[in-house]
Every structure is written in C-alpha cells, then in structure tokens.
C-alpha cells in the first residue's frame, strides 16, 4: 500500500499544545519525510492501522489536522517534483 501523508498544527501560539514533534516522529518511524510536514511511501497495511491509532492518541482533535491519501499501488500515482526533491539524502535531519 502506498500512503502520502500530511499534517498540520493549527494553532502554534498555544505552545503547550504544539505536538509537532511528537507526530513527526511517530510518523517518521513508517513513512519517509519529504516536506517538513509532508511523508510518502510504501506501508503494510498493519502498519498503518498502527500509524493511525497511534496518532489518534497524539493528535489534538481541536487544532491538529492528519490527512492519509492511500493508494493500493504507487503505479497508480505520477510523482512530480519541482525544485528540489526533499526527499533527497542531503535532507534529511
């Protein structure tokens, strides 16, 4: 299963509430990073339920936004990159 994942934190000024890091980095241990808050790639799909369970404990319901494309295959998607590819080596942290 390929799955393009995106997150959001809606409200950063509560810095309490900011969980960023926590969502990136459990999201992190499945998918690879291509954006600050953009993750790609191939899951099982036992993973992911994982993934999503997992986040469901972590996200705030009232300021974060999660949104999971899942696709069977990845031949179904075409991959366009404009600038540089993020998802490169030399960037990752």
Known sequence: MYVILFYDIANKSLKE???S???RKT????LTR???SVFEGEIRP???KKLKIHLQKVAYKEFDSIIIYE???MNY???VVIGV???DDIFTM
Do not use: A, G, M
Not at 27 to 30: G, R, S
């Open 77 to 79: 998607t075409d991959r």
């Open 17 to 19: 509430k900011d969980n």
């Open 34 to 36: 291509v954006q600050f």
């Open 27 to 30: 999201v992190e241990k499945y």
């Open 21 to 23: 890091r926590t969502i």
């Open 71 to 73: 696709s069977t295959r």
């Open 46 to 48: 036992s993973d992911l």
């Open 85 to 87: 590819d993020k998802s």
